[in-house]
């Protein structure tokens, strides 16, 4: 089974000042790639898992829209905006296969501040640009995020 641990307010303190400073760094760049160029992460432990009908690919699941979580807006922006893909990654080392596989432009990763700031450092050498969204609850279920910032990152362009 696995142990979900958060970190400890200090720490989350430096994770929100790296990821603030990187979000800052890349927003530049990353407005000027179209939309079918980005590719979007959003966490397995938003979606409601007592009614999700998300299926499941091995390392993420793919949203239905069943309506059970904000992760349904989310895909619904991202199919009218054209991106190229949602993905409800379980973890790290799906993240960076799929950016591997899919070589987008640049990714938008909504997340608690501990993975946002594992997932700037894993892109640093991928020559693309991330915008990082973070969970306003976080935890290893029922986690949320607000959906205005979400879809203000989403809609960046130059
Ligand atoms: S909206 Fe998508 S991710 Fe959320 S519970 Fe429904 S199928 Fe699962």
Same mark, same amino acid.
């Given at each position: 089974?696995?142990?979900?641990?958060?970190?400890?307010?200090?720490?989350?303190?430096?994770?929100?000042?790296?990821?603030?400073?990187?979000?800052?760094?890349?927003?530049?760049?990353?407005?000027?790639?179209?939309?079918?160029?980005?590719?979007?992460?959003?966490?397995?432990?938003?979606?409601?898992?007592?009614?999700?009908?998300?299926?499941?690919?091995?390392?993420?699941?793919?949203? $239905?829209?069943?309506?059970?979580?904000?992760?349904?807006? *989310?895909? %619904?922006? /991202? @199919?009218?905006? &054209?991106?190229? $893909?949602?993905?409800?990654?379980?973890?790290?080392?799906? *993240?960076? %296969?799929? /950016? @591997?596989?899919? &070589?987008?432009? $640049?990714?938008?990763?909504?997340?608690?501040?501990?993975?946002?700031?594992?997932?700037? @450092?894993?892109?640093?050498?991928?020559?693309?640009?991330?915008?990082?969204?973070?969970?306003?609850?976080?935890?290893?279920?029922?986690?949320?995020?607000?959906?205005?910032?979400?879809?203000?990152?989403?809609?960046?362009?130059?």
């Amino acid at each position: 089974m696995k142990v979900c641990k958060l970190p400890a307010k200090s720490k989350e303190r430096a994770y929100k000042s790296f990821t603030d400073k990187h979000n800052k760094l890349q927003a530049g760049k990353f407005a000027l790639v179209p939309f079918n160029k980005r590719i979007v992460f959003a966490p397995h432990c938003m979606r409601n898992v007592a009614g999700c009908a998300a299926a499941d690919k091995g390392g993420y699941y793919v949203c $239905a829209e069943c309506g059970g979580c904000k992760i349904n807006a *989310i895909s %619904k922006l /991202v @199919k009218q905006l &054209n991106y190229k $893909a949602l993905y409800i990654a379980k973890g790290g080392r799906t *993240i960076e %296969k799929i /950016v @591997k596989e899919e &070589n987008p432009e $640049a990714v938008v990763g909504i997340a608690c501040f501990f993975e946002g700031d594992h997932a700037f @450092k894993l892109l640093k050498d991928a020559h693309m640009s991330v915008q990082f969204t973070p969970l306003t609850k976080d935890g290893c279920t029922a986690t949320d995020t607000d959906l205005a910032e979400v879809e203000r990152v989403l809609k960046q362009t130059n």
